[in-house]
């Protein structure tokens, strides 16, 4: 009763209820238009076509690395910071899509035939487990994706005489065309698909799916009433974000030339989780971001580690980097990395 | 004749729903004629929200069924918004992640969501707040908000839950005249009295569960049992 009369209070100071329709003249809305996906994208092959050409070797292997994250933090951001899922699991799933492609690409050696095996299978595989995560909220989601994460590596060593156990597979792939070094091919190919998952990832969700995505994720009931089918939402976000750790994983295969249980640890499925959130939930620049840090921080901390000399730290200083700059971030920029902008340009309004 | 057609009949049979032991609905029938405004009232806990979810598909009634134009019909949340039927909520459901642009836009299952949904928010005056989140707006905004969110799907049969709960005077009587100006079936929880005796064609009382009235504004006021189930038992 009190908090009704308070509310009364505030929407009478705010100068609102004026009969018969109260607070009349329609304030047109003040816009900024989004520039169009398809823009951003097309300048983003500009810039990383234009990178591949001024960077060294190693130089160029990372960022096709980056790219290659960005295919599955894109994925990722969607499904945890638009639809609510928290998946633990999505290191599982590039798991998935590396097999598929390091099998399929052994048999037949066709690349473009091994990338669509390998998104075929992580749909269905995205769209078994999305059945189950549609009926578990909140920790119980993360507890069944977190077992997917644990079980998915050990099934290699189940069914050792197709999967090799923990020595993994190699992957036979034909050279790329000579005039071009093959770090620069890499990059070329890693960002070629992750710019294309990308475009999709930001054309589906800007739409109606992404208003539903979201809407299912604030209110469920209120998003039933408005017509939103709940499971069907939740089942397509996990597929669709399924497809893309597929699509990454396949990459890493074909960026390592191998596929080992090592190679998708439960602590990667961790770490792509801290990479979006620093990066800002929801936000595909924020999964750039996140995808960049994924290469990034390790990098450096293991140059850090050299220079010390110190064995132990080593191995750990990650962790500790990606937490430590987690917390900071948070501190900082709640958002994430990518709400700076829109923080600092407030920030200068209300200051001017 | 066209826009007759196009309203529904919704009718309920002697719902009966019980949670454990209590009985929240009692063998209550109702039947909502096309185009009428239907008022429920009631004491807090007489039913009326249940009542809205069963006809939602939120609760399973325990025995009874409901007709949508004479044919039996099990009602499924999401299937509503399909067959013209928009409801709020009372504690004000809203997706405090999105603008409330975006929140009306979820409510609009057609194309030209985003001018639909404007001219929703101009119809509730809210327009020139549709780009805030719906989480920093006073509670009567929000509800107003949500007004527009159901009003945007253009429904035949508009279920509100409490819509005058936290307006102030000159913004119930704004919402009675549009109530009234929808042209469509209207079905109104609400326990601001004047509003439900100046706007219903037909009130139905509720009280713990059962139903103890049903009649025009007129009746309903000059019937004891109702004032009695509001005041307590005459002494």
Redo the contacts between chains.
């Keep these: 009763m009190t908090g009704r009369t308070a509310a009364k209070h505030e929407a009478e100071t705010a100068g609102t209820a004026q009969a018969p329709v109260p607070d009349a003249g329609p304030v047109l809305p003040k816009r900024r238009r989004r520039v169009h996906p398809v823009i951003v994208i097309a300048a983003g092959a500009v810039l990383v076509v234009a990178l591949t050409y001024m960077l060294p070797p190693f130089r160029n292997y990372q960022l096709a690395t980056v790219g290659a994250y960005f295919c599955v933090t894109a994925g990722l951001t969607v499904l945890t910071g638009l639809n609510g899922q928290l998946s633990l699991g999505h290191g599982a799933l590039m798991a998935t899509g590396a097999y598929t492609l390091a099998l399929t690409q052994n048999r037949w050696e066709n690349l473009p035939l091994s990338f669509a095996m390998a998104v075929l299978v992580t749909t269905v595989v995205g769209a078994v487990i999305g059945l189950a995560a549609a009926r578990l909220r909140g920790p119980y989601l993360a507890g069944l994706t977190l077992a997917v994460a644990i079980v998915v590596p050990s099934v290699t060593s189940t069914f050792d005489e197709t999967f090799n156990s923990d020595q993994g597979l190699s992957v036979f792939l034909n050279p790329p065309p000579e005039q071009y070094p093959i770090e620069q091919w890499q990059a070329w190919l890693c960002w070629g698909a992750a710019l294309v998952v990308v475009l999709l990832l930001a054309l589906l969700v800007r739409g109606r799916f992404g208003r539903d995505l979201r809407a299912v994720r604030d209110d469920e009931t209120a998003a039933k009433l408005a017509g939103i089918n709940i499971a069907r939402t939740q089942v397509l976000a996990f597929v669709v974000s399924a497809v893309c750790a597929g699509v990454s994983g396949a990459l890493f295969a074909y960026l390592a030339q191998s596929v080992s249980p090592g190679a998708f640890p439960l602590t990667l499925s961790l770490f792509l989780v801290m990479a979006i959130v620093i990066g800002g939930l929801g936000s595909l620049f924020g999964a750039l971001w996140g995808a960049l840090l994924l290469v990034v921080l390790p990098a450096l901390s293991q140059s850090v580690g050299e220079q010390t000399g110190s064995q132990r730290l080593e191995g750990n200083l990650a962790l500790i980097v990606f937490g430590v700059v987690l917390v900071v971030v948070m501190l900082a920029a709640p958002g994430g990395l990518a709400s700076i902008p829109s923080r600092m340009s407030r920030l200068i309004r209300r200051n001017r | 004749m066209s826009t007759d057609s196009q309203l529904k009949e919704l009718a309920l049979h002697d719902i009966t729903v019980r949670f454990g032991g209590l009985t929240a609905l009692d063998s209550v029938s109702l039947r909502v004629a096309p185009g009428r405004i239907v008022g429920v009232i009631g004491p807090n806990g007489a039913g009326k929200t249940t009542l809205f979810n069963v006809i ?1 598909g ?1 609760v399973q009634p325990t025995s009874g069924s409901l007709t949508l134009d004479g044919s039996p019909w099990r009602p499924r ?6 067959l013209g039927i ?2 709020t ?1 009372q504690g004000v ?6 603008t409330v ?2 929140n009306v ?3 609009a ?1 057609h194309r030209h ?1 985003e001018s639909e949904a ?1 001219a929703a ?8 707040y ?2 805030a989140h719906p989480g920093a707006l ?4 929000r509800k107003r908000i949500e007004l527009a ?1 159901a009003l945007v ?1 253009k429904p035949r049969i508009l279920m509100l839950d409490e819509p005058a ?4 005077a ?2 119930i ?2 919402l009675g ?1 549009l109530i009234k100006e929808t042209g469509t079936t209207v079905l109104l929880v609400e326990h601001h009295m004047d509003l439900v005796m100046s706007v219903c064609d037909e009130i139905l009382v509720l009280d713990f569960g059962k139903s103890i009235a049903l009649g025009s504004p007129a009746e309903i006021s000059a019937n004891p049992k109702v004032t009695e189930a509001y005041l307590g038992a005459a002494a």
Excluded: K, N, T
């Design positions: 939602c939120f949340p999401h299937h509503l918004s399909r928009a409801r909520l459901g809203q997706f405090s992640g999105m642009l975006e836009m979820v409510g299952r969501a404007l928010l101009d119809r509730c005056g809210v327009a020139r549709a780009d006073p509670y009567a905004i969110r799907a709960g936290g307006l102030d000159d913004e009587a704004w005249a």
